[in-house]
Nanobody, 123 residues
Framework: EVEFLESGGGSVQAGGSLKLSCTAS????????VGWYRQAPGGECEMVSV???????YYGDFVKGRVTISQDYAANTVYLQMTSLRPEDSAMYYC?????????????????WGQGTQVTVSS
């Protein structure tokens, strides 16, 4: 059974930082495209960052320069370091992965998803 466990969300003030983690069981990130997506209440699912299996990283325009995606292969864990957080970054953040989705970065093309971790940024 494939399971993604996300953690690291929480409540912070604007300008603060959070580091999200996503650890997989029953699945390996080693040869997979993996992404972080977010969705606010009433909003669309947005791509925050995707890292393809060859290590190429993509970032949503609204977070460029403020987030970094990385991977610990030994721990089978993917991270999202977020800095300079803004109230508009408040959302549920999800980890997603599939063997290969690139060149598509659409959330609909990812097979496996975590349950999400909530990020709330106050002004």
């Amino acid at each position: 059974e494939v399971e993604f466990l996300e953690s690291g969300g929480g409540s912070v003030q604007a300008g603060g930082s959070l580091k999200l983690s996503c650890t997989a069981s029953g699945f390996s990130f080693d040869d997979s495209d993996v992404g972080w997506y977010r969705q606010a209440p009433g909003g669309e699912c947005e791509m925050v960052s995707v890292m393809t299996r060859d290590g190429t990283k993509y970032y949503g325009d609204f977070v460029k320069g403020r987030v970094t995606i990385s991977q610990d292969y030994a721990a089978n864990t993917v991270y999202l370091q977020m800095t300079s957080l803004r109230p508009e970054d408040s959302a549920m953040y999800y980890c997603a992965s599939s063997g290969r989705v690139w060149p598509s970065l659409s959330p609909g093309d990812f097979t496996y998803w975590g349950q999400g971790t909530q990020v709330t940024v106050s002004s």
